[in-house]
Nanobody, 123 residues
Framework: QVQLAESGGGSVQAGDSLRLSCAASGGSFNDYVMAWFRQTPGKEREFVAAISGSGRSTSYTDSVKGRFIVSRDNAKNMAYLQMTGLKSEDTAVYSC????????????????WGQGIQVTVSS
């Protein structure tokens, strides 16, 4: 069983940067793909980014390419989402998720989830 806990959210102005962290416990961290999803009220959860267990491969949704970077530190059992050039449309609850196997953009295939953390971007 893997437990995930996000931190680093908050309220910022458009154009600012923010780094989200996801602390993992339980399981063998580097066996898991780590991903970030986000959700706003009334909308379905949206894939943001994913990183392979080794950290060598990443994927992003188009709207964040060039602005967000997903990374991980397997020695610390941590995953990160560095967000720059934030826009009001990035406002959402962000959740980290973990799964075995290969990267995926579908939330239903992720086995473990954090509780989510609010990111609010004001224009």
């Amino acid at each position: 069983q893997v437990q995930l806990a996000e931190s680093g959210g908050g309220s910022v102005q458009a154009g600012d940067s923010l780094r989200l962290s996801c602390a993992a416990s339980g399981g063998s961290f580097n066996d898991y793909v780590m991903a970030w999803f986000r959700q706003t009220p009334g909308k379905e959860r949206e894939f943001v980014a994913a990183i392979s267990g080794s950290g060598r491969s990443t994927s992003y949704t188009d709207s964040v390419k060039g602005r967000f970077i997903v990374s991980r530190d397997n020695a610390k059992n941590m995953a990160y989402l560095q967000m720059t050039g934030l826009k009001s449309e990035d406002t959402a609850v962000y959740s980290c998720a973990a799964k075995g196997g290969v990267r995926a953009t579908l939330d239903a295939v992720y086995e473990y989830w954090g509780q989510g953390i609010q990111v609010t971007v004001s224009s």
